[in-house]
């Protein structure tokens, strides 16, 4: 069951200090037009109370965020010595920690980078011996197609030399058979 605060006159400063009492409890939002305890709704309805009660909330809810945000410069700059001396050790932690993380990442950031050099290294040197063998490979595919080449075309030589000197020899024998060459071709 949900209660609605009265409305109430603030002239007060007590009762003005009163709702800082409530900062650590949760005050629920009510609805206007829906107000806890009236089951029925009526074109008339005047929820003075409802709004009051919401705008309470609100500036509960204000006072805290306020009281929240400048409590955290109250201790370095209005506290004790000791209080003073516990935030400036605070803060030389994070930063002493900050510095390590930094440290860490740019460890781990050095280490990725000298990995990935390591495989380019090692793609390129695949990469050379690859190209290395290819030209190896091309290089005596050249050399056994110019040898056979050679001995093919030193074939075709000895061949042709083989040839002419049996022609020679023919030409020689029919020359002996019959001395007078009558068409000239033979030597």
């Known amino acids: 069951c949900l209660l609605v605060t009265p409305v109430k006159n603030n002239n007060n400063k007590q009762q003005q200090n009163a ?13 206007p037009l829906h107000p806890p305890l009236v089951h029925k709704r009526i074109v008339s309805l005047e929820t003075p109370a409802v709004h009051h009660h919401n705008h309470q909330r609100s500036l509960t809810m204000q006072r805290r965020e306020h009281h929240r945000y400048h409590q955290v410069w109250r201790k370095p700059f209005y506290g004790t010595s000791s209080e003073r001396e516990e935030y400036r050790k605070e803060m030389r932690e994070q930063l002493m920690r900050q510095m390590e993380e930094k440290g860490v990442a740019l460890k781990l950031q050095l280490a990725s980078k000298a990995e990935d050099a390591e495989h380019l290294r090692e793609v390129d040197r695949l990469a050379l011996s690859g190209e290395r063998e290819r030209r190896i490979q091309h290089s005596k595919a050249m050399t056994a197609y110019r040898d056979e080449n050679k001995r093919l075309m030193e074939q075709s030589w000895r061949d042709r030399a083989l040839t002419r000197s049996q022609e020679s020899l023919k030409e020689r024998e ?6 007078i060459n009558w068409t000239g071709t033979l030597k």
């Open 19 to 31: 709702p800082i009492n409530l900062l650590l409890q949760n005050i629920p939002r009510l609805n």
């Open 174 to 179: 029919l020359l002996c058979l019959n001395p």
